[in-house]
């Protein structure tokens, strides 16, 4: 499969990124591609984007560029041109971007997996 790793950054310590890394992991080692915005984040901008202990944008050293406009787009992007599966970490669905993430999925007919 094809994997796009969605779930809750904003408001959590350091934006959920251990999560997100240890799913993409484990994913792969089950033989999977996964696309995982943690990563993708961390190649563009460097260590200092998951930083903060709250998990609030506003923590984000103002030096490092981050747009949360490119991130979508690089995000959306492999949601519509390479991925055939969205797996979904706990929590996702009080998250204004997984929740925008997993309606493109829905609207594109991928198959959906949510994670306890």
């Known amino acids: 499969m094809k994997i796009y790793l969605s779930g809750p950054m904003r408001g959590i310590p350091y ?7 240890a799913e993409a992991t484990r994913l792969r080692a089950d033989g999977h591609e996964v696309f995982c915005p943690a990563e993708e984040d961390l190649k563009k901008y460097g260590p200092r984007v998951c930083a903060s ?18 991130a979508f787009l690089r995000d959306c992007t492999y949601i519509c041109l390479d991925a055939d599966t969205m797996v979904m970490l706990p929590g996702w669905a009080s998250s204004k971007g997984a929740t925008a993430e997993y309606s493109l999925a829905v609207a594109l007919g991928h198959k959906i997996i949510e994670l306890e």
């Open 15 to 21: 934006f959920n990124f251990p999560r997100f890394m």
């Open 53 to 70: 202990p709250t998990g609030n944008l506003a923590d984000i050293d103002p030096t490092i560029k981050f747009s949360l406009r490119d």
